[in-house]
């Protein structure tokens, strides 16, 4: 068998690939040797094309059709969430590896001196940030697996989920649906307990956070927002309930104009996502407040009026970009520049380097283990070099540090939709053994909170 199969060696799996070999070849279309230049397809980047065949690739690319579809929609709006920078001449793409190089060209002197000026804004601005486990009642049909047992279940996905609902239904904007068992049997809702009916959920992917929602509160109208396609989606289970209209919107939310999805317009709603990962949560903040519509007057860009309350989950700051940033006005304000601002989210990885099991001490101590690091008094002058100086420190430390500007991160995010109008605050919502990053934003009107 393993002649027929392609010879090259997946190291994570232990095994050869199964898939079958090109022809003559030894490997596989994936794992074939590639000759020429081989560039991103500019309908879909996430594959490549030779160059030299580009010009009939565009013309068949699988993805064409999806792709024209979708800029007829009235709801697509090329990059209408995606921010802009100041310096109109550098809005690239600054990858992790550019920020390493950034980082570790630095000299010694101006290294510390960003540290310093990181603990500093920290102790400055994250003083609220405290833990906020919740384990709502409404969600014990989850907790204790009394779903169809066909559903995909993994405790730590549960715990995460039923958290982020319990911060929504403590702020008010949800209430244990008495109503459920009603619109079960007879297909309708009791409107009197939650002043919602709908639910949008950013990079929803198999959209399970949504399923547990509709589940334990009951909901009206479902808007799964979702750039890519997944197997084994929530979908199937959502479109069963008679009462429930389920709508996925297969858009990247760099492009969306929620204000223009018609099925949305005048329909109070809940803004939710767990786990969106680097610059998608700013992408997120803008589509459901429209900062586009008027960046520049914050009390004429107070928002979709129809948003109720906000709960995301923010993930992987290490992919965040200074232009898609939705409060660089209050990091310049804070003395911190683009330059820095790259650095902190490159030292963001380090949050999760370590092994944050129960042996670890609370890295979120931040401030106990940065005193005893004697920055200066670990090197003589410039005799080493950054690079020299990271590999060497305690995995804690650099925990420590990654944990502080992940939090510098955030509550920037906060002021920004507090500026809005809304009453916000940045929790950890699960334990970091559960997952390190486990740091959720949650909004809502001030009557509800």
């Not at 794992?31 to 030779?50: A, E, F, K, Y």
């Not at 590896?97 to 950034?102: F, L």
């Not at 989210?345 to 944050?356: G, I, P, Y």
């Not at 970091?432 to 740091?439: A, D, G, Q």
């Amino acid at each position: 068998m393993e002649g027929c199969r392609c010879q090259f060696w997946l190291p994570k799996k232990n095994r050869f690939c199964a898939n079958v070999p090109l022809g003559d070849s030894l490997f596989c279309g994936n794992h074939n040797p590639r000759s020429g230049q081989w560039i991103p397809c500019p309908v879909d980047p996430s594959h490549s094309v030779l160059k030299d065949n580009l010009q009939g690739h565009v013309k068949r690319c699988p993805l064409l059709k999806q792709v024209q579809s979708l800029t007829l929609q009235p709801f697509y709006q090329k990059g209408i969430n995606a921010g802009r920078d100041e310096n109109r001449e550098d809005l690239g793409h600054v990858s992790s590896e550019m920020k390493r190089a950034a980082v570790h060209g630095m000299g010694l002197p101006e290294f510390f001196k960003l540290i310093e000026k990181i603990e500093s804004v920290h102790g400055l601005v994250c003083k609220d940030i405290c833990d906020s486990y919740k384990m709502p009642e409404a969600c014990n049909m989850w907790i204790k697996r009394e779903v169809d047992r066909k559903m995909p279940f993994q405790e730590k996905h549960v715990v995460q989920q039923a958290s982020i609902l319990g911060h929504l239904e403590e702020s008010g904007v949800l209430k244990n649906d008495a109503g459920r068992k009603q619109c079960d049997s007879e297909g309708s809702y009791d409107d009197g307990k939650n002043d919602v009916s709908a639910v949008v959920e950013f990079g929803a992917g198999r959209g399970y956070l949504t399923q547990m929602l509709a589940d334990c509160y009951g909901i009206k109208k479902v808007f799964l927002v979702e750039r890519k396609s997944y197997k084994l989606k929530a979908d199937r289970s959502l479109r069963q309930k008679e009462c429930l209209i389920l709508e996925r919107l297969r858009i990247d939310i760099e492009d969306l104009n929620l204000n223009a999805v018609e099925s949305l317009r005048g329909v109070p709603y809940l803004a939710i996502g767990k786990h969106l990962c680097g610059p998608v949560t700013d992408l997120t903040l803008r589509c459901c407040f429209a900062e586009h519509s008027s960046p520049d007057n914050v009390d004429s860009c107070s928002g979709n009026q129809n948003l109720r309350g906000l709960a995301v989950a923010t993930c992987c700051h290490h992919l965040c970009q200074w232009k898609h940033y939705t409060n660089k006005k209050y990091l310049c304000t804070l003395g911190i520049t683009k330059e820095e601002f790259h650095a902190i989210t490159w030292f963001t990885s380090w949050a999760v380097d370590a092994d944050h099991g129960s042996d670890l001490p609370d890295v979120t101590d931040v401030q106990l283990h940065l005193e005893s690091i004697e920055w200066e008094g670990e090197c003589n002058g410039d005799a080493i070099g950054v690079e020299d100086f990271v590999r060497n420190m305690k995995a804690i430390e650099r925990a420590a540090l990654g944990f502080m500007c992940k939090q510098i991160i955030d509550m920037g995010r906060l002021m920004w939709i507090k500026e809005r109008g809304l009453e916000t605050r940045l929790v950890r919502y699960v334990p970091s053994s559960i997952s390190p990053e486990n740091h959720l934003l949650i909004a809502s009107h001030a009557n509800h909170f």
